[in-house]
């Protein structure tokens, strides 16, 4: 039996968070140019670097940046200045010359690690672990993990087919755009970051 209760507010969560709908134009941005199967591979393995990130901080996250004596806010910047390197080169077009693109899996970063599992996913995941007192809150933790990863690999897998409709312009323009928001993220979560270092200060 699931705690419905704990697993909607942790879904719904990670919902607003890692944004489904919103992944898809930074996907298709990604991952254009290279063939149908290759780009459905990528989308299943950006979902499970995503989730074992997730699963390992959800397990032991609270000592890991204990050990390394790394603060949540510093996490945070150092998630949001990576993604806006990679927010500039959508801008630029640099990710449209195949020399820079079609050897590197952006599968694992940034689609994986920080864009999917970024800091806002993993400290809400710290948190829920956390506070499931009973083995039924841990399993609807656990439970809401799962369902949101398998949301993010069916929206991934499915937007593939809009590639077929938009053609070449098209994915150039979901490029700029994917860029614009992808920048827009980066920025909002590096002033997160340093609100909370101001804050804790």
Request: proline share 3%.
């Given at each position: 039996?699931?705690d419905?209760?704990?697993?909607?507010?942790l879904?719904?969560t990670?919902?607003v968070?890692?944004?489904p709908?919103?992944?898809?134009p930074?996907?298709?941005?990604l991952?254009?140019g290279?063939?149908?199967?290759?780009?459905?591979?990528?989308?299943?393995?950006?979902v499970?670097?995503?989730?074992?990130?997730?699963?390992?901080?959800?397990l032991?996250g609270?000592?890991?940046?204990?050990?390394?004596?790394?603060?949540?806010p510093?996490?945070?910047?150092?998630?949001?200045?990576?993604?806006l390197?990679?927010?500039?080169?959508?801008?630029?077009?640099?990710?449209?010359e195949?020399t820079?693109?079609?050897?590197?899996?952006?599968?694992?970063v940034p689609l994986?690690?920080?864009l999917?599992?970024?800091?806002?996913?993993?400290?809400?995941?710290?948190?829920a672990?956390?506070?499931?007192?009973?083995a039924?809150?841990q399993?609807?933790?656990?439970?809401?993990?799962?369902a949101?990863h398998?949301?993010?690999?069916l929206t991934?897998?499915?937007?593939?087919?809009i590639?077929?409709v938009?053609?070449d312009?098209?994915?150039v323009l979901?490029t700029?755009?994917?860029?614009m928001?992808l920048?827009?993220?980066a920025?909002?979560?590096?002033?997160?970051?340093?609100?909370?270092?101001?804050?804790?200060?």
């Open positions: 039996m699931l419905f209760a704990v697993f909607g507010s879904f719904l990670l919902f968070i890692m944004d709908p919103g992944i898809t930074i996907f298709l941005a991952t254009s290279r063939p149908a199967k290759v780009q459905r591979r990528m989308a299943w393995q950006a499970a670097v995503a989730f074992g990130v997730i699963a390992v901080f959800g032991l609270q000592q890991i940046l204990d050990y390394l004596h790394v603060s949540v510093a996490l945070m910047i150092a998630g949001g200045l990576l993604l390197l990679i927010a500039l080169d959508l801008l630029t077009g640099k990710t449209d195949p820079q693109t079609k050897d590197v899996n952006v599968a694992l994986g690690m920080p999917l599992a970024g800091p806002g996913a993993i400290v809400s995941v710290i948190l672990v956390q506070h499931a007192g009973s039924k809150a399993v609807s933790v656990w439970a809401a993990i799962v949101m398998v949301v993010l690999w991934m897998r499915y937007s593939l087919l590639i077929r938009i053609k312009g098209g994915v979901v700029r755009l994917a860029g928001m920048s827009a993220i920025v909002q979560q590096i002033i997160n970051g340093v609100t909370q270092v101001i804050r804790g200060s």
